[in-house]
């Protein structure tokens, strides 16, 4: 069983900066693959970020990439999304969650585990 803890989201102008942590507990988080997807009202929960397990290789989606960055610190079994220049689009429920075993990292039904999520409101 894997606990995840999201914790950073807030209120912030558009063109600002976020950084949201996942705090994990309850298995050897340098195996996991972990991801970040968000969720708007009336949408499905989209792919965002992930960081693969052992070769630190890292993806986005194209909405975000070139502004959000994911990064993992395995020593304090944390996994970071640092969002700059945000948009009102950013807008959502932004979701932690880690693969044991499948390599779709894309795919939102691989992931065993979820955090409870944490609000970013992103004004214009």
């Known amino acids: 069983q894997v606990q995840l803890v999201e914790s950073g989201g807030g209120l912030v102008q558009a063109g600002g900066s976020l950084r949201l942590s996942c705090a994990a507990s309850?298995?050897?988080?340098?195996?996991?693959?972990m991801g970040w997807f968000r969720q708007s009202p009336g949408k499905e929960r989209e792919f965002v970020a992930a960081?693969?397990?052992?070769?630190?290789?890292?993806y986005y989606s194209d909405s975000v990439k070139g502004r959000f960055t994911i990064s993992r610190d395995n020593a304090k079994n944390t996994v970071y999304l640092q969002m700059n220049s945000l948009k009102p689009e950013d807008t959502a429920v932004y979701y932690c969650g880690v693969i044991l075993y499948s390599t779709r990292w894309y795919s939102r039904d691989d992931y065993d585990y979820w955090g409870q999520g944490t609000q970013v409101t992103v004004s214009s």
């Open positions: 960081a693969i397990r052992w070769s630190g290789s890292t």
């Open positions: 309850g298995g050897t988080f340098s195996r996991y693959t």
